[in-house]
């Protein structure tokens, strides 16, 4: 179970890295996207497609890194209410739900995914997008959070035992 939970750990910290390259490269293009539009007055194509989609799959792809050092934001006006026994009770019950919840979306992402991959869409745009791509980053992000949930669990156990 150690090395299921360091391959997590790990793999959470890879994608928080993506994912602050993707906002890097979002702010990039954004950047070069307004130098051709005001300096050069050149029209720009892909460059808002691109920073939304990249923006979207940062949030995604780095939502298990963000689970991974409890940066989430948390509500714990009950947990500081209640006795030890409870708040161990509390915190399995919302790590499940919240496991369930990102299982379901992880299996509904990839069903969107495959479909529009198997079918060839594209965005709506003149960049064209395949739009497999934009859509890959949810599946992955979810399923991600879903295996950085199972290594919490792990740890939660650990500190009861």
Known sequence: MR???LFVEAVSKLFGLVAILLLVA???VVN?????RYVLNGSTIWQTEFVTYSIVAATFLGSPYVLLLKGHVRVDLIENAVGDNAKIALRLISDVLSLVFCGLLAWAGWIYFHEAFAENWTTDTVWALPLWIPLLPMPVGFGLLCLQ???????LEEELQ
Do not use: N, T
């Open 32 to 36: 070069q996207m307004v130098f051709v």
């Open 26 to 28: 979002a702010v990039l």
């Open 149 to 155: 949930f199972i290594a919490d669990f792990l740890k």
């Open 3 to 5: 090395g299921f939970k």
